[in-house]
Structure formats: C-alpha cells, structure tokens
C-alpha cells in the first residue's frame, strides 16, 4: 500500500469511527427518552421543534424542512401524533391549504419529561467522557462542519 | 431561568447541534455514494463490513451485531442483495442453520467504486472544513464516547 493510498483509508476508517461513536451514543440517548415517555423518538422531536419555536406552532411544511422529511412522511408522523393526543392541526388563517401543529398539554408534558431524561443521559453518556468542555468542542466542529455545507 | 437551567439547556442544544452537523455531513455522503454506485447506502455499508472481515466473509448473525440491526432486517437486506447480484449466500460448513454471505464481483466493484466518492466526499465536506486534524481529533473524541459507553 503506498503513503497516500494509506492516508486515505485513515480518513476512511476515522469517518467510520465518528459515525461508530455517535451512533452508539445517539441510540442510547434515544432509547432512554423512548422508553420513559413511551413516544417514539420521531414524535419526540417533533415536540421539540414545536416547544423551539416562539409560537409554539409551526406548518407540516417548515416540520418537513426542519427535520428533512418528505411532505408524506410529515403527514403520517402528525396523523400518529394526533392520534395519541400530542398535538392538535389547526388550518392557516392566511391559507387553508397550510396544515399548522401545535403540541397539546399532553404533547408539552411528554416534552418536558423526555428532556429531562435526555439531560441525564448526556451527563451520562457524553460529560462524563468527554468533560462539559468536550461536547462544547465537538457543538462547535459541529457548526463548522454545518456550516461549510449549507445547502 | 435560574443559572443551572440555563447551563442544562447549553447541553441540550450543543447536543443538538452535534447531531444536526454530523447528519448533514453523513446525508451528503451517503447521497453521494447512492447516486455514484446506484446502490442504497445499508446495502454499500454490508459490503464495506465484508471487505473489513480478514475471509471476506460473515454470517448474517456476525452482520446483524456489526450493524446493530434485527434478525429480520438483516434478512430482507441481504435478499435485496442477492437480487441485485451483489453478494451471495453459503451455508456454512460447521453448522448447516448458519447463513455466511459473501461479496460477489459486482458486489467488490461496487464497494471500490462506493469509497473512491466516499473519499472525494470526506475530502470535500470535512477535511475541507476541519482539516485533517480536526477529523482526527472528532475521531478520537467518538472513540472515547464508544469506548466509555460500550454495551
């Protein structure tokens, strides 16, 4: 194998183990918060767009693009969501055709509770290992990565 | 919000940050490879873990721990494959019930051609943005968080 032949595989392999060790961690702080608020995760996030927003209400449209889902996986997450009572689709008043979600107060509670359980985990699985000013380092590659490859 | 709140809220969006810049970075990679080789990503990542293995070769158990997928996952993604003549299927000799999958031709081709755009793209999005250290350093820190947080 030449030098540069190996170099690239090292930021193969280096990649490999980015996704290896966020994946392990990202599962385990997702599990942890699907199985103390019995909401899948997916719907879980989607509270935590809501709660994110000032209005607390935001259109399947701006969903769709925050979590990077087509308009049909959207509108089946929302249809699951209503039908466990975690939010309510209300009609724009400046446009009929917009679906708008807004969290009830059993969504506003199944937020609260997961983000303290997704608090513990990342003390947890994350300070503990890499310290507070680790995940401030990696928060911060992480805007720089996002950053250079805006869409 | 009293100062503890607010510093537990920090972590809780750093969090979010990290996951928001590494999907983005990990969907233009796996795009890339989709759209270069013609081949979904899960099945490219089999082929990858294949050519990892010193026999070239594993069972659909060994698969099944390696990528943290069920049974029946693994199952329906290596009869995708089959199909599409990239890997085959043995029996294997020690134990008739155990299933051994191995990369075919087109399946080898199709990994080669899947990491040459996989470097142009680690290249590209990354180290362009962090340079070869800061990939270096995310991959250390992703190793200390699988290393501490190991199942």
Redesign the interface.
């Known amino acids: 194998m030449t030098r540069t032949t190996r170099a690239?595989e090292d930021?193969?392999?280096?990649?490999g183990?980015?996704?290896?060790?966020?994946?392990?961690?990202?599962?385990?702080?997702t599990d942890d918060v699907e199985a103390e608020i019995g909401v899948p995760v997916r719907q879980w996030e989607v509270l935590v767009r809501l709660d994110q927003n000032e209005t607390g209400t935001l259109s399947t449209g701006e969903l769709g693009t925050l979590l990077?889902y087509p308009p049909s996986r959207i509108t089946r997450l929302v249809d699951a969501m209503v039908t466990r009572g975690l939010v309510e689709r209300t009609v724009a008043q400046h446009d009929r055709r917009v679906v708008m979600v807004t969290a009830t107060d059993t969504g506003r509670d199944a937020l609260q509770r997961g983000?303290a359980v997704?608090?513990r985990g990342?003390?947890e699985?994350?300070?503990?290992?890499?310290g507070?000013d680790?995940?401030?380092?990696?928060?911060r590659?992480?805007?720089?990565?996002?950053?250079?490859?805006r869409?």
Do not use: K
Not at 141 to 149: F, I, K, P, Q
């Open positions: 690239q930021v193969v392999t280096q990649w183990e980015v996704v290896e060790g966020f994946s392990r961690v990202f599962q385990l702080l990077s983000l997704h608090r990342l003390d699985y994350v300070i503990r290992a890499l507070a680790g995940l401030r380092r990696l928060a590659d992480a805007r720089t990565l996002g950053d250079a490859n869409s």
